[in-house]
DNA sequence: AGAATAGTGTCTTTAAGACAATATACC
DNA sequence: GGTATATTGTCTTAAAGACACTATTCT
């Protein structure tokens, strides 16, 4: 920002694209929208749009596109988790012309059936574990060069959770513990043949794959510091459905013992309702307390992934 | 990204703007260039420019605008430590017209003085302590609405670090323990009366002063669970200047004998040369034993700052 | 010689992890 | 009744923090 004048400058277009996350049944899915035109044309995308120059922040943006695609209200949203995830403008990334995307990262209860907003031909919440993506990172080493990040916020709203590793119906196709270790660069040629949820592979446009691999990491690592994992249940919840999010998020088992004593012991992570579930274990069990999200926006002590010692060395 | 052409979309301006953050006689500095022109004439500002459309990355041209301002080379940039901060795109934070700004961060070790890019009028190396910021932070509220985020990286340069309290020279104002604590909004008035450093407050351009606040909050924060610290060094360095540099940027003196050991007990964070300083303290003392950046990406456990306790509740 | 300082040793407190035990509710 | 499950108790280990001590080097 120097002396030049910005209309000098040939300008780029500006995008917001969101990654939304939500649990149900137990899995971890993402709101993806069919594309219906080129390029990437049957592909599936993240939701997003452009950026009304000079009329809404950016912010403001990815709320408005959010509540389009879900079919929220200003109410319902309130209870969505929505925080800036990151920029991304590589040359080539849309063939069209230059576009930035400022990519946003959305923590929400389970929701109504996703609607297909206006523009887009379809929607649909794919479990992810269903895609496959580049590793995840913006870089292969994030020490030298550019690297990624973390992340805080806060939200609540209305799910179950009961941690079915898997059940049936046709769906996308697992992947081996590891999160898809490939970290093969993320942008695909447009046009290339594209598949359908439930049928295999499911190649995201653009370079939607590493924003929603950099999205997950940073979900992944938000769990530790911050009590953010209330935004994906209901304004009441029992640890048990709070363990369930972490589990599903992290992808591993937590010690059930172990966890509930830790949720209780941070200050401000969880406040007691006073009443109980209405109804004990699927296979019995006594009825669980219900709680609420406290006011504490970071966990301290935090609550860290088991494991992980050297494994980012 | 729906079926919109995006050449049907108004496009906005996109910049890159760059908080350089350097120590220097153990002060925390950021790179700071003075407004030629309007708006914001005569005030100070982040370096940076125009993203160059279609012909460059983000991170290409942040690395570019920060090499350009600071006169490194290639491979002193190397050194640098550079990511991503977040997007700024309140409408009307230019008065003339719409312009998204993508925020980075570096790290830097000493470097050669500022020598004031081709389109700045003057470039200096400004404490951070001297300057006015509202409050750090996206939000008030980091729960409910878009909040902010943490991240990681790396990287190595060349500086002593004495941590002398304050020596002598004209400077900007100093600012009582607690880093600013006004937390009004930023973005000033265009073309206000602006002071020059040394000269009492100073009221950045822009919305730079938010985006520097969110640049210290990252800083403060990737200290704890990175090495990064040490891309404020020189290659080799003693345990002790790296004491100095968390104890810059926390602003809070860390019990010497256990950071010490907490230093040499984290896996990675830093290995031996061998070689002892060539000097012993200043005042007498053992020579200290240099070491240099190991090959840890992060640290495990962390070196979480002291107190913090509820603070941010 | 005197003083400051790098580095280490030790002890206490806190937090995490592994089990184990108990009581409650579903079938 | 049998069994799964929510919750709490106990014990071990890891890590942080406070403090003391030693040896080295400067003035």
Redesign the pocket.
């Known amino acids: 920002m120097a002396a030049y004048d910005p209309r000098d400058f040939p300008a780029i277009a500006v995008t917001v694209d969101v990654v939304v996350l939500t649990l149900r049944q137990g899995r971890l899915r993402i709101l993806l929208v069919e594309r219906g035109g080129r390029p990437f044309q049957g592909a599936w995308a993240l939701p997003g749009g452009f950026v009304r120059a000079g009329q809404e922040s950016l912010d403001e943006a990815a709320a408005r596109e959010l509540a389009e695609e879900t079919g929220l209200d200003a109410t319902q949203l309130e209870r969505v988790h929505l925080e800036q995830l990151g920029s991304y403008g590589d040359p080539g990334r849309d063939p069209r012309m230059p576009v930035v995307t400022v990519a946003y990262l959305a923590f929400a209860p389970d929701l109504p059936e996703a609607r297909g907003g206006s523009d887009a031909s379809a929607a649909a919440w794919i479990p992810v574990d269903g895609l496959r993506l580049g590793g995840g990172g913006r870089d292969g080493d994030p020490a030298r060069g550019v690297a990624q990040d973390f992340a805080r916020g806060f939200a609540v709203g209305d799910t179950p959770a009961s941690v079915e590793p898997d059940a049936a119906g046709p769906r996308p196709p697992e992947q081996g513990p590891g999160h898809g270790i490939d970290g093969g660069d993320s942008v695909p040629r447009p046009d290339d043949a594209h598949a359908v949820p439930g049928s295999g592979a499911l190649p995201l446009a653009f370079d939607h794959a590493r924003i929603v691999a950099d999205g997950l990491d940073r979900a992944r690592a938000k769990l530790e510091y911050t009590p953010l994992a209330t935004a994906f249940l209901g304004e009441e919840f029992?640890?048990?459905e709070l363990r369930g999010v972490y589990e599903a998020i992290w992808g591993s088992p937590l010690?059930?013992?172990?966890f509930?004593?830790?949720v209780?012991?941070v200050p401000g992570f969880v406040e007691s309702t006073g009443s109980?579930a209405a109804?004990?274990?699927?296979?019995?069990?006594?009825?669980?307390?219900l709680y609420r999200a406290g006011d504490a926006r970071l966990l301290h002590?935090?609550?860290?992934r088991?494991d992980r010692e050297d494994s980012v060395r």
Chains 1, 2 share one sequence.
């Open positions: 029992t640890i048990v010690h059930a013992g172990n509930h004593r830790k209780l012991s109980t109804r004990g274990g699927a296979r019995g069990g006594p009825r669980a307390r002590p935090a609550l860290l088991p």
